[in-house]
């Protein structure tokens, strides 16, 4: 597992135990067995959907997007802000959003 990826589970375990798994050629976020970030080249991605994504939006926070086969697919993670891992509430706040986002797409 990347250092990053190790700083992320302490940074990001104020919403509980969070596991890495390696995926995508980077990493998966888990929390209670749902995948709520993706880290790709060291840098982290939040799961989103209509009730967080006016958030990134907002903050200008592009989406993950990858090329495969000569066509552009975007998935539902958008970067997460530089800032938010400053602070443990911010990063903790972000961090449950995703995780809100995961439940309602798990339904």
Same mark, same amino acid.
């Not at 989103?48 to 994504?53: I, K, L, Q, S, V």
């Not at 090329?67 to 975007?74: D, I, P, S």
């Not at 891992?85 to 706040?93: G, K, N, S």
């Given at each position: 597992?990347?250092e ?6 302490e940074?990001?375990?104020d919403v509980g135990?969070?596991?890495a ?6 990493y ?8 709520? !970030?993706l880290v790709m ?5 939040l799961k =989103?959907d209509?009730?967080? %994504?006016?958030d990134? &939006? /907002?903050a ?8 495969k086969?000569?066509?552009r697919?975007?998935?539902s993670?958008y970067? !997460?802000?530089?800032?938010?891992l400053?602070?443990?509430?911010? =990063?903790?706040?972000?961090a %449950?959003r995703?995780l &809100? /986002?995961?439940r309602?797409?798990?339904?």
């Amino acid at each position: 597992m990347s250092e990053y990826t190790e700083y992320l589970r302490e940074v990001l375990s104020d919403v509980g135990p969070v596991t890495a798994r390696w995926m995508f050629g980077g990493y998966g976020l888990f929390h209670g067995g749902l995948m709520f !970030a993706l880290v790709m080249d060291d840098v982290l991605y939040l799961k =989103a959907d209509d009730g967080n %994504r006016p958030d990134f &939006e /907002a903050a200008a926070l592009p989406p993950f997007d990858y090329e495969k086969r000569g066509r552009r697919v975007t998935l539902s993670y958008y970067q !997460a802000p530089d800032d938010m891992l400053d602070d443990p509430e911010v =990063a903790a706040h972000w961090a %449950r959003r995703a995780l &809100e /986002a995961a439940r309602r797409a798990r339904r």
